[in-house]
C-alpha cells in the first residue's frame, strides 16, 4: 500500500477553521450536515485539507452525545450555557482527541485554543485550554504518559 503525503499544516489549518465555523452554523441553524458540507465545499476554494474536514466534520456531528458524556464532567457549566464557538471548539478538540490519534494531543489542543483566540470571546482560550487539558490524559492515556 503506497504511504500517503501528508498535507501541509496550512492546509489542515484551514480545514479546521471551516469545521469550526461550520459546527457553529449548525449549532445556530441545525441545518443538515449535507446541506452545510456542500456550502462550504462550494464557498471556499484552494488549499484546504478537504479529507480532513469531510472526515471530521461528519464525524464530530455523529458524536455529539458521545462527545457530551466527556466534556459533561469537565465543565463549570452546562453545555447548553457555552457560548456557540466555545461548544464548537470543545466538539472539535474532543472528536479529535478520541479519534484523530494520528494527530499529537498538543496539537490538537493548541490548534482549538488558536482557533478561540481568533473567533472566540476574550478568554475563551483559556476555557478551551483547561477542558482539553483535562479531557488529553482520559483520551490519549499512552500518549500523555510519554510526555516529557
Not at 23 to 28: C, I, K
Not at 63 to 78: C, M
Request: with cysteine.
Amino acid at each position: 500500500m503506497p504511504v500517503r503525503k501528508k498535507p501541509p499544516l496550512a492546509r489542515r489549518r484551514k480545514a479546521r477553521q471551516l469545521i469550526l465555523q461550520a459546527l457553529y452554523q449548525w449549532l445556530l441553524t441545525d441545518s443538515e450536515l449535507p446541506d452545510i458540507s456542500k456550502q462550504f465545499h462550494e464557498q471556499n476554494q484552494g488549499k484546504i485539507d478537504w479529507e480532513f474536514f469531510d472526515e471530521v466534520l461528519p464525524g464530530v456531528l455523529k458524536s455529539v452525545e458521545a462527545l457530551d458524556k466527556h466534556l459533561h464532567p469537565l465543565l463549570d457549566r452546562k453545555l447548553e450555557a457555552l457560548d456557540p464557538i466555545e461548544k464548537a471548539l470543545l466538539y472539535l478538540g474532543t472528536y479529535e482527541l478520541a479519534n484523530r490519534i494520528d494527530v499529537p494531543y498538543r496539537v490538537v489542543i493548541n490548534e482549538c485554543v488558536e482557533l478561540a483566540k481568533m473567533f472566540g470571546a476574550t478568554e475563551s482560550h483559556k476555557y478551551i485550554n483547561g477542558v482539553l487539558d483535562k479531557l488529553a490524559p482520559e483520551l490519549r492515556a499512552a500518549e500523555y504518559g510519554r510526555r516529557p
